[in-house]
């Protein structure tokens, strides 16, 4: 019998194109916390409003900061660099 034609071990198991065992529901499941899904989600909807694509480097800053109760509003946001956002996210942890 060759790889692609033997059955899986695991019943629920699927043969990908290059004939490996694969478990597409595991590896797509995504375990997050609710709170951390609606964090991404407000994250990404940030990012798309200011009009920033995949892959590019800069990222979306709160100008009043979260935990000293700032909002996800779009007057509280602003486009920075990762090292600048960085720095002041350092800055107002103390």
Do not use: W
């Amino acid at each position: 019998m060759t790889k692609k034609s033997k059955p899986c071990r695991d019943p629920k198991a699927t043969r990908d194109s290059s004939g490996d065992c694969r478990r597409y529901d595991k590896e797509t499941a995504y375990a997050a916390r609710p709170e951390q899904v609606k964090n991404r989600v407000e994250r990404n909807r940030a990012r798309r409003e200011a009009g920033l694509k995949v892959g590019d480097p800069r990222e979306v800053d709160h100008i009043k900061p979260l935990a000293q109760g700032g909002s996800h509003d779009k007057s509280n946001r602003r486009v920075t660099s990762r090292a600048f956002n960085r720095k002041r996210a350092a800055e107002a942890r103390g």
